[in-house]
């Protein structure tokens, strides 16, 4: 495959956003979050991309790493973005449980530099949900990279990762997202985990529309 904060809510960050389950992505953003832009989010020109850079859906996730149910629908999501062949990734970085997530987030955007992204992110998406900075930097080790290094990379291109975590965040706000994992498959979000069935149909009815 190519590679190209808001605060916990209380109790339900792992749950996704039920409310929203297959809204329209275009029109809730037009009654709820004017200053947001669908473009701007499957579209960000510092966001790695997985899949087929020129697929004709994207599929986008806001996740984070110590999310549990991003974790175990994550195995199935990338099997899925393999077999289509036709599906344009992004995996939108959201640490919205604590520091921890935050220090994953910025040593696996680290590894775009080095072509190490994808083992980055896969070694950490293995793990069991919640991580210590220690299990980290561990989990990275074994699977062969240098945190360290992917630390430092992330620091020379500081303005770029810090800059795109941040207009994450704010367009999970602006989405009225309550926590990970949330979808976007083209114009439709899709709250909480999806199976490979239900993601599959959101593909398909992506495409019927097309």
Not at 58 to 87: I, S, W
Not at 113 to 126: C, E, I, P, V
Not at 130 to 158: K, M, Q
Request: proline share 4%.
């Amino acid at each position: 495959m190519t590679v190209t904060r808001r605060a916990v809510l209380g109790g339900g960050a792992g749950l996704g956003i039920v409310a929203l389950g297959g809204i329209g992505l275009s029109r809730f953003l037009r009654s709820s979050a004017p200053d947001a832009d669908v473009h701007a989010v499957l579209f960000d020109p510092d966001q790695p991309v997985l899949g087929n850079p020129q697929g004709d859906v994207t599929v986008a996730e806001f996740f984070d790493y110590q999310c549990p149910f991003c974790k175990r629908g994550h195995d199935d999501l990338m099997a899925e973005v393999e077999a289509d062949g036709n599906l344009r990734l992004i995996m939108k970085d959201w640490p919205i449980f604590g520091g921890a997530s935050v220090i994953a987030a910025q040593m696996v955007l680290g590894g775009v530099a080095s072509d190490d992204y994808l083992g980055a992110q896969a070694a950490l998406m293995a793990t069991p949900a919640r991580l210590s900075e220690d299990d980290v930097r561990s989990t990275l080790s074994a699977a062969g990279l240098d945190p360290d290094v992917l630390l430092g990379a992330y620091g020379r291109d500081r303005a770029r990762w810090d800059g795109m975590l941040g207009r994450n965040a704010q367009q999970a706000a602006g989405l009225g997202l309550q926590g990970t994992p949330a979808f976007i498959v083209e114009r439709t979000i899709h709250a909480g985990a999806m199976d490979r069935t239900a993601l599959r149909r959101a593909i398909a009815a992506a495409r019927a529309t097309d």
